[in-house]
């Protein structure tokens, strides 16, 4: 085993997703409570106090909310690119100077051998990012919190071993439901969120059919529920010549305890 891969917790709840070499211990934004971190962790017998670094997506709550802790707590660098930072610093408390580290967006950096590469993303947030992840021959990529995929990043993300990808919600759920219409509006827009159809379209276009492991995350607790986030795209697949269950591993994220552990 040289990578680990675990979704601690995706959805609008909170998001927190854990990648792990023999050499590096991240974590992909920290949107629970501190102690869920922790409790999610351990249970995948990590110990919170070796994490490495905290990579940020995006400033907004669900994905911010223990940064600060857990940085304060266990000493942990915050990694992240300046304008985020600039619009989340206050909501996280006082951390070490030292320990916030500012990256360049579209530019890969490298962490004890894993190279990331941060690319922008189209979200209602002030310098969104997805990430893929590079070490010796595996590649993870991560793309949530995005109403629109370009080109550029289907190209990020093809060829990927795991890819978590947004599966947010029903269109049709979405529309008439209790939702205010200007959030559906937020919701369907290109800085919004992607449908179930629209994960089902990207991942025909970006997916070889070579055993990629994919997993659907930040399902809408309202406009959603996880049988039809999975149906919707194995039939979108299916429809495009891709076996569900011999080309691809498809399998859902969790908004209150975390997936199973992949290993590459």
Not at 19 to 47: C, F, H, N, W
Not at 110 to 121: C, Y
Not at 164 to 190: A, C, F, Q, T
Request: glycine share 6%; net charge negative; proline share 3%.
């Amino acid at each position: 085993m040289t990578v680990r891969f675990c979704s601690l917790a995706s959805g609008s709840s909170g998001n927190c997703q854990y990648i792990e070499t023999d050499r590096v211990k991240l974590l992909v934004d920290a949107g629970l409570s501190g102690k869920k971190i922790q409790e999610a962790l351990i249970s995948i017998e990590v110990d919170p106090s070796t994490i490495n670094g905290v990579l940020v997506t995006h400033e907004h709550k669900d994905h911010i909310h223990a940064i600060g802790i857990l940085s304060r707590r266990f000493n942990i660098p915050i990694y992240t690119n300046e304008k985020t930072w600039l619009s989340m610093k206050s909501e996280i408390g006082e951390v070490k100077e030292e320990n916030v580290i500012i990256f360049d967006t579209d530019k890969i950096f490298e962490l004890q051998g894993l190279n990331i590469h941060p690319f922008k993303v189209s979200h209602d947030a002030i310098e969104p990012v997805g990430y893929s992840f590079y070490y010796e021959n595996t590649k993870i990529s991560i793309v949530t919190d995005t109403g629109y995929v370009s080109e550029e990043v289907k190209e990020h993300i093809k060829d990927s071993h795991l890819l978590l990808i947004e599966s947010n919600h029903d269109v049709e759920m979405l529309k008439v439901g209790k939702y205010p219409w200007y959030l559906k509006k937020r919701i369907l827009s290109e800085h919004g969120h992607l449908s179930n159809d629209d994960a089902g379209r990207l991942l025909a276009e970006v997916l070889c059919g070579k055993n990629e492991c994919i997993l659907l995350g930040h399902l809408s607790k309202e406009n959603n529920f996880p049988e039809l986030a999975y149906q919707t795209v194995a039939n979108i697949l299916t429809d495009k010549g891709i076996n569900v269950t011999k080309d691809i591993s498809l399998e859902l994220t969790h908004r209150d305890k975390p997936s199973r552990v992949f290993c590459f």
